[in-house]
């Protein structure tokens, strides 16, 4: 896995304190680790576990991605639909980080697969 794309994920969603974004824990986490899987599949690269957690621990300084789960901003399922258009992300977990892109409000893994399959 290039550095690179680790650098790109730090330099768009950690802040000058060291806190990740929502977007970025609800995205590209799992249980608290980065899910070098789905980064893989996203950027189109190999990756291994072990690579994941040497490159995560000489960019971010840590391997251990503590999530938030009381968001005082959660976007609502009529704020996400009028965002939403079918197959714009491979993985709907695309969306989490456009949402709090475009609107400044998080939306979870688990709202984000409600919300889609809802659409159906």
């Known amino acids: 896995m290039s550095i ?31 899910d070098y899987r ?6 189109n690269t190999r990756i ?6 040497r490159a ?3 960019i971010f300084e840590t391997i251990i991605f503590e999530p938030n789960r009381e968001y005082e901003n959660e976007v609502i399922q009529r704020e996400f639909l009028a ?4 197959g714009k992300y491979p993985d709907v977990r695309g969306w989490i980080t456009h ?3 475009e609107t400044g409000q998080v939306l979870t ?12």
Do not use: M, W
Request: charged fraction near 30%.
């Open 38 to 43: 789905y980064i893989a599949k996203k950027f």
């Open 99 to 101: 949402i709090e892109r």
């Open 83 to 86: 965002h939403y258009e079918f």
């Open 4 to 34: 690179d794309v680790l650098q790109h994920l730090k330099e768009e969603f950690q802040d000058e304190n060291g806190k990740f974004t929502p977007g970025f824990i609800e995205e590209y986490t799992v249980e608290g680790e980065l």
């Open 109 to 120: 893994r688990e709202a984000c697969y409600g919300y889609v399959v809802r659409t159906n």
């Open 48 to 53: 291994t576990k072990s690579e994941s957690a």
């Open 56 to 58: 995560a621990h000489q």
